[in-house]
């Protein structure tokens, strides 16, 4: 009876373990960037950086397109993409750009900011990441291109290079 | 051409493994105490037709062949030699091909070295290791393919990511393979010994040199993977307690166990169920963490490619393995008669299981816990090293004294002896303590006892090390030099832990900075060109005030074109006392450089210190080898 017992314990916690890992297998197709393109994206809701502003869909759909854009002080590739969003802002004439200032201290973020030139026409923090996870973002540098109903155009993962720079120009001019 | 080639030997050496399981039944029923020749003959060709497909592999990425999909988007022709090779196991694809290059050749060197007549023990072993090759060649075959084809053939390749071509990297996965794969040998003879009911000594002497192997090898590749932390994030930590991290730490505390255990079974005939479970848990871990890497449930910023459709096949795998395995063992396991006396050897020999099931336990907690809420609760959290150094560290000081006195008691029974000169070793180590005190300064209470444990076993195998060169006999040396290491690695990263200098500021060429003893010149820049990147090379000159001692450090910024990357190399000078770690960066628009310095006691004695417990499992299998 004892020994019945046991094996019963065991076999329910091997069970659950497994389901868990299957829940979780199912959870991380959502995350799957290539699903993406084509859809609408989900309400949210974040804090500015530095103002007192909520960034949300809202703002996305006043203007024609834009660009949400990951990032933190610590990546390494996001400085090697700054110069095509700074670029972006510059010459893009439809695009008003989002960052997301992805699990960083908003010091270090601002020292960025400062010293390499803010691209950004709204900055929000995600300082838990897990907004952008939500977004489907896997590592930064990640950029998101979407128009004003919200659909997802495009969606560039690392840092954004002279091609991606050209398409965006292209498509949002 | 190599395509095919390297198919045709995967689809081969999958027949074979076919052949040999259904060989291996049918020899089953013949009454004698031999193993056919031909089962040999078959599993010497499956060895040699899979380590040729490895090596087929490894020449596409030589050569460059970019008809190889897997070649095309992790190489490029540029990529220095080294690297070309080492690119072959850095793909989810090429790396999952010498998994099972390892599954095989573990199979093969246990049918040719295990000195033992006990047929259907050995045919079953066989058996299960073919069933879990075949499952991982079918996976191989049908999801994951390092030799398929693209059309049109690309002129050049995608490159390996920068941040991984490093040497401790490349060799960071067959090591650590070797100890995580090779634990699917005594899985394997663990149901086999259930089931062919071939118990006790026989099987303990038979899976020991294989839980020697792999858990030598196993220490190492964690090691070399701390190292490539260390020198290429950036950082300057080595160990993060990252859930990748986690996965390879977690099958290593279960070996850790198993190997003791296997000791008092060996020795004194008991504990034979516990054995078998740890040999069924060692391998079922090491599933579950590929399973939870490759995934990618972690969600963690580390990881990168990860394909649900892997995912689910690794999960139908695992579990078959683990319900197989508690199968076997509810079926066939009997009830065993344990008599212990408390102060015996066995008992603190076991003591050690308890501890690794702890540290186990709380790692797995910390790494499993986030995905369990995150399914039941659609809470997102995440769990960081202060769970850890809270869990884990008060632990470690009844953890290091037990490593100390346990292997003084002797077997069955232990008379009170050595009271004496313990104590004499305590006041020894308290007082060294005072001395680390002294010399660095202060820290906290529990960092003073860990360090006076530290001390404590530290001394204590030195002193056992002399009585074996005097005696030669009586103790056991492989034990001695891993629990040195041990205690060597708990001190030095006790006190690289506590007493870094740490300083981050902007400097630009020709300027220069004090502080905190130090004073560092930012004497010029320079750039250059090598085969694969451009470097912008800034030149330290770095004083210690103190000892009036001058270093030159030479950080880098590198800009890579495939992928386009840049990267930060730290400028590292490693001496026997410390190491003086530095890294620039640059501000755009500016003249400044961000510096980021740092000044680590005693960082190469932790790699010592780890080369050093990996060291105490070869010198053992030397041993058995000679007797």
Same mark, same amino acid.
């Given at each position: 009876?004892?020994?019945?017992?046991?094996?019963?314990?065991?076999?329910?916690?091997?069970?659950?373990?497994?389901?868990?890992?299957?829940?979780?297998?199912?959870?991380?197709?959502?995350?799957?960037?290539?699903?993406?393109?084509?859809?609408?994206?989900?309400?949210?809701?974040?804090?500015?950086?530095?103002?007192?502003?909520?960034?949300?869909?809202?703002?996305?759909?006043?203007?024609?397109?834009?660009?949400?854009?990951?990032?933190?002080?610590?990546?390494?590739?996001?400085?090697?993409?700054?110069?095509?969003?700074?670029?972006?802002?510059?010459?893009?004439?439809?695009?008003?750009?989002?960052?997301?200032?992805?699990?960083?201290?908003?010091?270090?973020?601002?020292?960025?900011?400062?010293?390499?030139?803010?691209?950004?026409?709204?900055?929000?923090?995600?300082?838990?990441?897990?907004?952008?996870?939500?977004?489907?973002?896997?590592?930064?540098?990640?950029?998101?291109?979407?128009?004003?109903?919200?659909?997802?155009?495009?969606?560039?993962?690392?840092?954004?290079?002279?091609?991606?720079?050209?398409?965006?120009?292209?498509?949002?001019? | 051409?190599?395509?095919?080639?390297?198919?045709?030997?995967?689809?081969?050496?999958?027949?074979?493994?076919?052949?040999?399981?259904?060989?291996?039944?049918?020899?089953?029923?013949?009454?004698?105490?031999?193993?056919?020749?031909?089962?040999?003959?078959?599993?010497?060709?499956?060895?040699?037709?899979?380590?040729?497909?490895?090596?087929?592999?490894?020449?596409?990425?030589?050569?460059?062949?970019?008809?190889?999909?897997?070649?095309?988007?992790?190489?490029?022709?540029?990529?220095?030699?080294?690297?070309?090779?080492?690119?072959?196991?850095?793909?989810?694809?090429?790396?999952?091909?010498?998994?099972?290059?390892?599954?095989?050749?573990?199979?093969?060197?246990?049918?040719?070295?295990?000195?033992?007549?006990?047929?259907?023990?050995?045919?079953?072993?066989?058996?299960?290791?073919?069933?879990?090759?075949?499952?991982?060649?079918?996976?191989?075959?049908?999801?994951?393919?390092?030799?398929?084809?693209?059309?049109?053939?690309?002129?050049?390749?995608?490159?390996?990511?920068?941040?991984?071509?490093?040497?401790?990297?490349?060799?960071?996965?067959?090591?650590?393979?070797?100890?995580?794969?090779?634990?699917?040998?005594?899985?394997?003879?663990?149901?086999?010994?259930?089931?062919?009911?071939?118990?006790?000594?026989?099987?303990?002497?038979?899976?020991?040199?294989?839980?020697?192997?792999?858990?030598?090898?196993?220490?190492?590749?964690?090691?070399?993977?701390?190292?490539?932390?260390?020198?290429?994030?950036?950082?300057?930590?080595?160990?993060?307690?990252?859930?990748?991290?986690?996965?390879?730490?977690?099958?290593?505390?279960?070996?850790?166990?198993?190997?003791?255990?296997?000791?008092?079974?060996?020795?004194?005939?008991?504990?034979?169920?516990?054995?078998?479970?740890?040999?069924?848990?060692?391998?079922?871990? *090491?599933?579950?963490?590929?399973?939870?890497?490759?995934?990618?449930?972690?969600?963690?910023?580390?990881?990168?490619?990860?394909?649900? *459709?892997?995912?689910?096949?690794?999960?139908?795998?695992?579990?078959?393995?683990?319900?197989?395995?508690?199968?076997?063992?509810?079926?066939?396991?009997?009830?065993?008669?344990?008599?212990?006396?408390?102060?015996?050897?066995?008992?603190?020999?076991?003591?050690?299981?308890?501890?690794?099931?702890?540290?186990?336990?709380?790692?797995?907690?910390?790494?499993?816990?986030?995905?369990?809420?995150?399914?039941?609760?659609?809470?997102?959290?995440?769990?960081?090293?202060?769970?850890?150094?809270?869990?884990?560290?008060?632990?470690?000081?009844?953890?290091?004294?037990?490593?100390?006195?346990?292997?003084?008691?002797?077997?069955?029974?232990?008379?009170?002896?050595?009271?004496?000169?313990?104590?004499?070793?305590?006041?020894?180590?308290?007082?060294?303590?005072?001395?680390?005190?002294?010399?660095?300064?202060?820290?906290?209470?529990?960092?003073?006892?860990?360090?006076?444990? *530290?001390?404590?076993?530290?001394?204590?195998?030195?002193?056992?090390?002399?009585?074996?060169?005097?005696?030669?006999?009586?103790?056991?040396?492989?034990?001695?030099?891993?629990?040195?290491?041990?205690?060597?690695?708990?001190?030095?990263?006790?006190?690289?832990?506590?007493?870094?200098?740490?300083?981050?500021?902007?400097?630009?060429?020709?300027?220069?900075?004090?502080?905190?003893?130090?004073?560092?010149?930012?004497?010029?820049?320079?750039?250059?060109?090598?085969?694969?990147?451009?470097?912008?090379?800034?030149?330290?000159?770095?004083?210690?005030?103190?000892?009036?001692?001058?270093?030159?450090?030479?950080?880098?910024?590198?800009?890579?074109?495939?992928?386009?990357?840049?990267?930060?190399?730290?400028?590292?000078?490693?001496?026997?006392?410390?190491?003086?770690?530095?890294?620039?960066?640059?501000?755009?628009?500016?003249?400044?450089?961000?510096?980021?310095?740092?000044?680590?006691?005693?960082?190469?004695?932790?790699?010592?210190?780890?080369?050093?417990?990996?060291?105490?499992?070869?010198?053992?299998?030397?041993?058995?080898?000679?007797?």
């Amino acid at each position: 009876m004892k020994k019945n017992l046991l094996k019963i314990i065991i076999s329910v916690v091997a069970i659950f373990i497994i389901g868990t890992f299957y829940v979780s297998l199912k959870k991380t197709e959502i995350y799957d960037t290539k699903n993406l393109v084509g859809t609408n994206l989900d309400n949210f809701e974040l804090n500015s950086l530095n103002k007192k502003l909520k960034i949300n869909q809202d703002l996305v759909k006043k203007s024609q397109y834009t660009l949400i854009n990951f990032w933190a002080s610590w990546c390494a590739p996001c400085r090697a993409e700054h110069k095509y969003l700074i670029n972006l802002k510059r010459n893009a004439k439809n695009l008003k750009l989002i960052g997301i200032n992805f699990k960083d201290e908003k010091k270090n973020a601002n020292k960025f900011l400062s010293e390499f030139g803010d691209p950004y026409h709204y900055s929000a923090a995600d300082s838990k990441g897990k907004v952008s996870i939500n977004f489907g973002v896997y590592g930064i540098p990640e950029s998101i291109l979407v128009n004003n109903d919200l659909k997802i155009i495009k969606k560039f993962i690392g840092p954004l290079n002279q091609d991606e720079y050209t398409s965006i120009l292209n498509l949002t001019n | 051409m190599l395509s095919n080639t390297g198919i045709t030997l995967v689809i081969l050496t999958t027949l074979l493994s076919v052949l040999i399981i259904y060989k291996s039944f049918t020899e089953l029923h013949i009454e004698n105490n031999l193993i056919n020749k031909k089962i040999f003959n078959l599993v010497t060709f499956q060895t040699t037709f899979s380590i040729l497909s490895f090596f087929v592999l490894i020449a596409g990425f030589i050569i460059s062949d970019f008809s190889l999909v897997n070649v095309y988007e992790n190489s490029h022709t540029k990529k220095p030699f080294f690297y070309k090779v080492s690119g072959a196991w850095g793909s989810h694809e090429g790396s999952l091909l010498l998994w099972i290059n390892i599954l095989v050749i573990f199979s093969f060197l246990f049918l040719v070295f295990t000195k033992h007549n006990n047929k259907s023990y050995l045919l079953y072993t066989l058996i299960f290791q073919n069933f879990l090759i075949l499952g991982f060649l079918i996976f191989l075959l049908i999801n994951s393919n390092p030799f398929s084809k693209i059309y049109p053939i690309p002129l050049e390749g995608l490159g390996l990511n920068p941040i991984l071509q490093d040497p401790a990297l490349a060799i960071h996965p067959p090591l650590l393979y070797i100890g995580f794969v090779g634990s699917s040998i005594y899985f394997s003879a663990g149901i086999a010994s259930l089931i062919s009911n071939c118990r006790d000594k026989f099987f303990a002497k038979s899976i020991k040199p294989w839980v020697l192997i792999s858990w030598s090898f196993q220490t190492l590749g964690i090691t070399a993977g701390s190292i490539w932390a260390y020198y290429e994030l950036g950082w300057g930590g080595f160990w993060f307690w990252d859930p990748v991290e986690n996965a390879s730490l977690m099958p290593w505390f279960v070996i850790t166990a198993l190997m003791h255990s296997v000791i008092v079974l060996e020795k004194r005939n008991s504990i034979y169920s516990w054995v078998i479970i740890l040999c069924l848990l060692t391998f079922t871990i *090491s599933v579950t963490g590929t399973f939870l890497v490759r995934s990618g449930i972690l969600n963690s910023v580390h990881t990168f490619a990860n394909d649900p *459709s892997r995912g689910l096949y690794i999960l139908i795998f695992l579990s078959l393995m683990i319900f197989l395995a508690l199968a076997a063992f509810f079926r066939y396991s009997k009830k065993e008669e344990y008599n212990f006396f408390l102060k015996s050897k066995e008992t603190l020999i076991l003591a050690n299981n308890w501890f690794m099931f702890f540290f186990l336990t709380s790692v797995m907690i910390g790494t499993l816990y986030p995905i369990i809420l995150e399914v039941l609760n659609d809470t997102k959290i995440s769990v960081g090293p202060p769970f850890y150094s809270a869990v884990i560290f008060p632990f470690v000081i009844p953890f290091l004294i037990f490593m100390a006195l346990g292997p003084k008691i002797n077997w069955i029974k232990n008379k009170y002896s050595r009271i004496l000169s313990n104590f004499y070793i305590l006041i020894a180590s308290i007082l060294l303590n005072l001395l680390v005190y002294f010399f660095f300064g202060k820290y906290s209470i529990i960092s003073n006892l860990i360090i006076i444990s *530290s001390i404590f076993l530290i001394i204590h195998s030195v002193k056992d090390f002399f009585i074996f060169f005097k005696k030669k006999t009586e103790s056991d040396i492989s034990r001695i030099v891993s629990h040195l290491g041990f205690g060597m690695l708990i001190l030095f990263i006790g006190i690289s832990h506590n007493f870094t200098v740490e300083n981050d500021f902007n400097l630009k060429v020709g300027e220069e900075k004090k502080f905190s003893g130090y004073q560092i010149n930012f004497n010029s820049i320079r750039m250059e060109n090598e085969k694969n990147y451009k470097k912008i090379i800034g030149e330290f000159k770095l004083v210690n005030l103190k000892s009036n001692l001058e270093e030159i450090l030479y950080p880098e910024i590198r800009i890579y074109d495939q992928p386009e990357t840049l990267t930060y190399e730290a400028s590292i000078k490693t001496k026997l006392s410390a190491d003086t770690y530095l890294t620039m960066s640059n501000i755009s628009r500016s003249d400044y450089y961000n510096i980021k310095f740092q000044n680590k006691p005693f960082m190469i004695w932790i790699w010592i210190s780890a080369i050093l417990i990996a060291s105490g499992g070869f010198i053992r299998l030397i041993k058995i080898k000679t007797q």
